[in-house]
């Protein structure tokens, strides 16, 4: 059974920085697929990024240029580290995991969503 534990989520000033981490388990998922979505209330949710299982990352065009997502491969801990945040980046953000590998390119096939950590930016 995949599981995830996701954490760093809080409250930060615009402009500000936090890091998402998320804890992915278990090994086997390694070369998976992963990702990150957002999702505000009322709303669906919304792809933020990924990366594919030859290690290749993509971003939603919101967000290039100031989100990094990287991977640890030895612990698989995915994470978002996210600058220069904008109040329109609030949201509850999500992990997610591919149901297998996949070196197709962005959007990879979800099979697996954590319960999210919420990032809320203040003006």
């Known amino acids: 059974q995949v599981q995830m534990v996701e954490s760093g989520g809080g409250t930060v000033k615009a402009g500000g920085s936090l890091r998402l981490s998320c804890a992915v388990s278990?090994?086997?998922?390694?070369?998976?697929?992963m990702g990150w979505y957002r999702q505000t209330p009322g709303k669906e949710r919304v792809w933020v990024g990924d990366i594919d299982s030859d290690g290749d990352i993509f971003y939603d065009y919101s967000v290039r240029g100031r989100f990094t997502i990287s991977k640890d491969n030895v612990n698989n801990i995915l994470y978002l580290q996210m600058n220069n945040l904008k109040p329109e980046d609030t949201a509850l953000y999500v992990c997610a995991v591919g149901r297998d590998t996949w070196r197709g390119g962005s959007w990879c096939p979800i099979g697996y969503w954590g319960q999210g950590t919420q990032v809320t930016v203040i003006a």
């Open positions: 278990p090994r086997s998922t390694l070369e998976y697929c």
